[in-house]
């Protein structure tokens, strides 16, 4: 669902649905959509370089956010502009690549956001 509709259309109405539970039981697991999303991209792609490795960081890095969830990371960083929760949130699910400098990190994301 995450992967065909991207974070926006991202619906914890259809999550219940389409798992068979109530919309409360998804939120005792995940207080958030945001929370959600995260796990979804850590299970799917999880950190697989050594964080020591500056430059496998790196590299790990620019393919998750070319990669199909990379929007997602996306939208989750334009969300935790306004959402203290979510910033935590996205604090944590970047921090194996944290042993980039922030001007390598940033150069990724514009590329994602002008789509080049």
Same mark, same amino acid.
């Given at each position: 669902?995450?992967?065909?509709?991207?974070?926006? *259309?991202?619906?914890? =109405?259809? +999550?219940?649905?389409?798992?068979? &539970?109530?919309?409360?039981?998804?939120?005792?697991?995940?207080?958030?959509?945001?929370?959600?999303?995260?796990?979804?991209?850590?299970?799917?792609?999880?950190?697989?370089? *050594?964080?020591? *490795?500056?430059?496998?960081?790196?590299?790990?890095?620019?393919?998750?956010?070319?990669? %199909?969830?990379?929007? +997602? +990371? %996306?939208?989750?960083?334009?969300?935790?502009?306004?959402? @203290?929760? &979510?910033?935590?949130? +996205?604090? =944590?699910? $970047?921090?194996?690549?944290?042993?980039?400098?922030?001007?390598?990190? @940033?150069?990724?994301?514009?590329?994602? $956001? $002008?789509? &080049?």
């Amino acid at each position: 669902m995450l992967r065909a509709g991207g974070y926006r *259309d991202l619906s914890l =109405d259809e +999550v219940a649905r389409r798992a068979g &539970t109530a919309k409360s039981s998804i939120y005792r697991r995940w207080p958030s959509k945001a929370a959600l999303a995260a796990e979804i991209v850590r299970r799917e792609w999880p950190p697989q370089h *050594d964080a020591s *490795d500056r430059d496998a960081a790196l590299r790990a890095f620019e393919i998750l956010m070319n990669g %199909a969830l990379g929007g +997602v +990371v %996306a939208s989750l960083i334009g969300e935790a502009q306004e959402s @203290g929760e &979510t910033r935590a949130i +996205v604090v =944590d699910l $970047l921090a194996p690549y944290r042993g980039v400098d922030d001007a390598a990190l @940033g150069a990724i994301l514009f590329r994602r $956001l $002008l789509g &080049t």
